[in-house]
T-cell receptor, first 114, second 118 residues
Framework: EAQVTQNPRYLITVTGKKLTVTCSQN?????MSWYRQDPGLGLRQIYY???????DKGDVPEGYKVSRKEKRNFPLILESPSPNQTSLYFC?????????????FGNGTRLTVT | AQKVTQAQTEISVVEKEDVTLDCVYE???????LFWYKQPPSGELVFLIR??????QNEISGRYSWNFQKSTSSFNFTITASQVVDSAVYFC???????????????FGTGTRLTVIP
């Protein structure tokens, strides 16, 4: 089944403790992206990647890192999480970075930083 | 700057009523795409439709229809004969080229929560 898989679904952590949210897609998609969803703000892009070893900042990259060493994986790294990073995170992928490629989303990771 | 506005935060309708979700966008790009996504209570985001900036034809898919009007920068979504399963948050999104790499950049509205009452 074609899908984008994020893990974990739920994560509670403390300020400053490094964490990684994994994202994997099995559709051989070139383009991958991370979003965070916050009430009243919709979804905002954190980082995106056009292909292996090619990443770029989105609208809200501060406090996050990403890597794209393999085509299928695009982990999101929080080196020193803070409470303002408590949010619902979505990983997404599309066949190409073109304008018309619809994004396929993972099921989300709800992160709470205390 | 790109912006998508969904002025309706929450809408409640009774089952079988028609409902229209509004979406207004801003961009200076001449080439762009518009999307609608559905987020049911389970939380996932489901792609519904895309429309490019050069195609102003309305589209109908079953009970769903979309009205794209460039003159008013709107891309409204109508559900006919609503059902309880339509209850969800609906997001409108705008895609333009962005970043140094020229990849698409998707800008989302803040979403409209639709509740269909049985």
């Amino acid at each position: 089944e074609a899908q984008v898989t994020q893990n974990p679904r739920y994560l509670i952590t403390v300020t400053g403790k490094k964490l990684t949210v994994t994202c994997s897609q099995n559709m051989n998609h070139e383009y991958m992206s991370w979003y965070r969803q916050d009430p009243g703000l919709g979804l905002r892009q954190i980082y995106y990647s056009m292909n292996v070893e090619v990443t770029d900042k989105g609208d809200v990259p501060e406090g996050y890192k990403v890597s794209r060493k393999e085509k299928r994986n695009f982990p999101l790294i929080l080196e020193s999480p803070s409470p303002n990073q408590t949010s619902l995170y979505f990983c997404a992928s599309s066949l190409s970075p073109g304008l018309n490629s619809p994004l396929h989303f993972g099921n989300g990771t709800r992160l709470t930083v205390t | 700057a790109q912006k998508v506005t969904q002025a309706q935060t929450e809408i409640s309708v009774v089952e079988k009523e028609d409902v229209t979700l509004d979406c207004v966008y801003e961009t200076r790009d001449t080439t762009y795409y518009l999307f609608w996504y559905k987020q049911p209570p389970s939380g996932e985001l489901v792609f519904l439709i895309r429309r490019n900036s050069f195609d102003e034809q309305n589209e109908i898919s079953g009970r769903y229809s979309w009205n794209f009007q460039k003159s008013t920068s709107s891309f409204n979504f109508t559900i006919t004969a609503s059902q309880v399963v339509d209850s969800a948050v609906y997001f409108c999104a705008l895609s333009v080229l962005g970043g140094l790499t020229g990849a698409n950049n998707l800008f989302f509205g803040t979403g409209t929560r639709l509740t269909v009452i049985p």
